[in-house]
């Protein structure tokens, strides 16, 4: 029940006498009645409900068609989708507030479809008019026929798109409205408005005192119309994402609105804050409504202020420079007034290979990329890369090469991440050979061309300074202590991981490569295998 009720003050509810108020009095109970002042619709918010019902019954008659006869019909539809239209405000439509059901509308006013009634098994054309809700049966609907009868089916089935495309389908329906029309229009008559009923009340057009509040369904604004919720950084975006198993890209099209014409949702420069409802249409035609957090996720492209498509980067994937432009030794350099060599502030000459996020790659200059994407360039530019060539018994099975998540102000920072990653995989790697049976004996020995970081790890009185490394110093000393991982140091110039983080002369990269590969018979130990043989005494 009700907890207030607010009605106009017509004589029907203010009479001393009248029905209403003897209704009232028997079942209101503890409902609080109030008036609204005469003549006054603006104060009473049921009247501008049936305005908009009262607009909403003329749209769909006109647009489709709709015999005057059947308004009755028409104003029962429009408001049963009123009452399963989304409320904002509590984020469940009004019929699933009241009853606690999922509302479901299957067929849409006075569109064609196929009934099979009592007794005949041959299906007959009708135009469905909506739910009969006074017929105990389920998933009844009210039809007109042909003969201009209304009848109430259960088996109703809507008509495809191919089948309105049938020639002889086509001349059933034209049978059919020409020959309903004429019964409805035969047997209409006028009638007269009882007195004390206002004429605007009547679907007829005419007058009405909140016309000044006119709802129109034809009229579209234009985009300049729209404010800065409508239109924002989303809208023209182009995604990507999985659907079905395959991935699809599509593009947002608007901001998504209800019944009413009103966006769904509050915009917010913030993906997780934002609680809008996009249109997103794929290539392929189909078109869904998905969240923003959904969209800022799957996010490839985007349209600046000005119109503007524009890919978003992903990665930098390598760096080259051009020899004949780039500087070297003999030209990067200037001598100030003071006698000092400083190094030339430019980028000339040196480009980066980006990966889009649809997938794409292209060179770009390093002068345009740090103007654009200043972060990424730091993070590539200063970020450290990782490296790791693991053998067994002397072959090797597994290398590693990616650049560190994160910037770290020294090479002690670095190696020591390094470390700590070439520590789990071998962990990992003895881990797996013992569950394939094959045993192992002894531990497993890590070479790292920095000395600071070896005596970390392998000499126990020793301090950790900096305590950002606190988790890869622990983690690598207590694989120390455990026995099973022996950390020594070796020379740069001998270090077969250093073909995995940087770019080496011929040179060094053909011997480091040729101490991988080149194993014959009578081969003289390297480098490598005389500093385990020493770590092993």
């Known amino acids: 029940m009700p907890e207030h009720l607010t009605t106009d003050a017509a004589s029907s509810f203010i009479g001393r006498d009248s029905d209403w108020k003897s209704f009232f009095s028997r079942n209101g109970g503890n409902i609080k009645l109030d008036y609204s002042a005469p003549y006054k619709q603006r104060s009473n918010l049921a009247e501008q409900g049936v305005k908009f019902l009262k607009k909403r019954v003329e749209y769909t008659m006109r647009t489709k068609g709709v015999h005057e006869r059947l308004w009755n019909y028409c104003l029962c539809y429009e408001a049963d989708i009123h009452n399963r239209i989304w409320n904002p405000k509590t984020g469940r439509t009004g019929w699933e507030s009241v009853f606690g059901n999922t509302p479901d509308l299957d067929f849409d006013f006075y569109s064609w479809v196929w009934i099979w009634e009592p007794g005949n098994k041959k299906a007959s054309l009708g135009r469905w008019l909506g739910v009969n809700h006074y017929c105990q049966e389920a998933l009844s609907s009210f039809v007109l026929k042909e003969n201009g009868t209304i009848v109430t089916c259960t088996t109703v089935q809507a008509l495809t798109k191919d089948d309105l495309a049938v020639p002889h389908y086509i001349t059933m329906m034209e049978h059919h409205a020409r020959n309903s029309h004429k019964v409805l229009t035969v047997k209409t008559y006028n009638l007269q408005y009882p007195e004390g ?64 014409g009103r966006t769904v949702g509050n915009f917010d420069s913030n993906p997780l ?123 090797p099975i597994s290398w590693y090469s990616k650049r560190q998540n994160t910037v770290e102000s020294s090479t002690f920072g670095s190696e020591f991440i390094a470390l700590r990653i070439a520590a789990e995989k071998c962990q990992g790697l003895r881990y797996k050979l013992r569950m394939f049976g094959v045993p192992i004996e002894g531990p497993t020995f890590v070479f790292c061309d920095n000395q600071s970081v070896t005596n970390n790890v392998t000499v126990p009185t020793s301090l950790l300074s900096k305590k950002h490394n606190a988790i890869c110093y622990h983690k690598v000393r207590e694989c120390v202590a455990s026995g099973w991982l022996r950390v020594g140091w070796i020379e740069s110039k001998s270090n077969l991981a250093d073909l995995f983080t940087k770019v080496l002369p011929a040179v060094t990269r053909n011997s480091l490569v040729s101490k991988i590969l080149d194993r014959w018979v009578g081969y003289v130990k390297n480098e490598e295998e005389i500093a385990i043989d020493s770590l092993k005494l």
């Not at 200037?334 to 292209?362: A, I, S």
């Open 197 to 260: 009923i206002d004429e605007f009340r009547c679907l007829e057009k005419v007058a009405d005192p909140l016309d000044d509040l006119e709802f129109s369904v034809e009229e579209v604004d234009e985009a300049d119309k729209y404010d800065v919720d409508t239109y924002n950084r989303l809208v023209g975006a182009q995604i990507e994402l999985s659907r079905g198993g395959e991935t699809v890209k599509g593009r947002v099209k608007d901001r998504y609105r209800d019944a009413l």
């Open 273 to 395: 804050l934002d609680t809008g409802q996009y249109v997103v249409e794929y290539y392929d035609g189909s078109t869904d409504v998905l969240a923003a957090n959904t969209i800022a996720e799957a996010i490839f492209s985007q349209v600046d202020d000005e119109g503007r498509d524009f890919l978003l980067l992903d990665e930098i994937v390598e760096h080259e420079k051009d020899p004949e432009e780039a500087l070297d030794d003999s030209n990067c350099w200037e001598v100030k007034n003071n006698g000092n060599k400083v190094l030339k502030p430019t980028t000339k000459g040196w480009k980066f290979r980006v990966r889009w996020k649809d997938g794409t790659h292209c060179w770009l200059p390093l002068k345009d990329l740090k103007e654009s994407n200043p972060l990424e360039v730091i993070s590539v530019t200063m970020r450290s890369h990782t490296g790791i060539l693991i053998k067994l018994n002397g072959a």
